[in-house]
């Protein structure tokens, strides 16, 4: 069964970037990692590929993993099977389709309200639905919720300095290539000019 492949669901509320509900069947993250990290990189992953390819990226697969998407109106659903089994894609994206829809409608309203994120435990009640849709106990430890703001804040702070200091390094390798070929040309031109004067 489909639903015997799913080791976990995350949802992440778009606009703000925090990770609103999260359920584990099998931990496949590394420990340590933070669940807002993962998912924000994901998203960020997603949005470039929008804009780069003309294909929408559906999901990424690792070597015996693959990690769905799905975009709804206020969030993002991704979901990560085990690779191991042979799963038809379509009934998957049903699957998916199904869970992202039941979550949507049962909080629309929340999103409209001022500060809904002050108390993320009210999207706790979500996983009784779920257990409805995929019928499995998830693990008891849920990840999401034990980090608190501040922690998270701080953690998105060391991912954008880490971030920023990538790029930076890579800027700067960029000019360092770009200044030598503007001097190779600048000298392949010279050549070409002292030539051009000495042959009579």
């Given at each position: 069964?489909?639903?015997?492949?799913?080791?976990?669901?995350?949802?992440?509320?778009?606009?703000?970037?925090?990770?609103?509900?999260?359920?584990?069947?099998?931990?496949?993250?590394?420990?340590?990692?933070?669940?807002?990290?993962?998912?924000?990189?994901?998203?960020?992953?997603?949005?470039?590929?929008?804009?780069?390819?003309?294909?929408?990226?559906?999901?990424?697969?690792?070597?015996?993993?693959?990690?769905?998407?799905?975009?709804?109106?206020?969030?993002?659903?991704?979901?990560?099977?085990?690779?191991?089994?042979?799963?038809?894609?379509?009934?998957?994206?049903?699957?998916?389709?199904?869970?992202?829809?039941?979550?949507?409608?049962?909080?629309?309203?929340?999103?409209?309200?001022?500060?809904?994120?002050?108390?993320?435990?009210?999207?706790?009640?979500?996983?009784?639905?779920?257990?409805?849709?995929?019928?499995?106990?998830?693990?008891?430890?849920?990840?999401?919720?034990?980090?608190n703001f501040s922690e998270k804040i701080k953690k998105l702070n060391e991912l954008i300095d880490y971030e920023t200091?990538?790029?930076?390094?890579?800027?700067?390798?960029?000019?360092?290539?770009?200044?030598?070929?503007?001097?190779?040309?600048?000298?392949?031109?010279?050549?070409?000019?002292?030539?051009?004067?000495?042959?009579?």
């Open positions: 069964m489909i639903e015997d492949c799913i080791d976990s669901v995350w949802i992440l509320e778009i606009e703000s970037g925090i990770v609103i509900y999260e359920e584990i069947y099998k931990d496949i993250t590394k420990h340590g990692i933070s669940t807002d990290m993962i998912l924000n990189f994901l998203s960020a992953l997603v949005s470039f590929a929008g804009e780069v390819f003309v294909d929408k990226m559906t999901h990424i697969k690792l070597s015996n993993h693959k990690i769905f998407f799905n975009f709804l109106k206020h969030i993002m659903l991704v979901i990560s099977i085990t690779d191991k089994i042979s799963i038809e894609e379509r009934k998957l994206s049903v699957l998916i389709e199904r869970i992202g829809k039941k979550f949507e409608s049962k909080y629309e309203n929340l999103y409209n309200q001022e500060l809904w994120y002050a108390n993320l435990d009210v999207f706790n009640s979500f996983s009784k639905d779920l257990r409805e849709i995929i019928n499995r106990e998830p693990d008891p430890i849920k990840i999401v919720h034990s980090i200091n990538k790029f930076l390094n890579r800027k700067q390798k960029l000019l360092k290539v770009y200044e030598q070929r503007v001097e190779r040309l600048e000298s392949k031109k010279s050549k070409t000019m002292l030539n051009e004067k000495t042959i009579p």
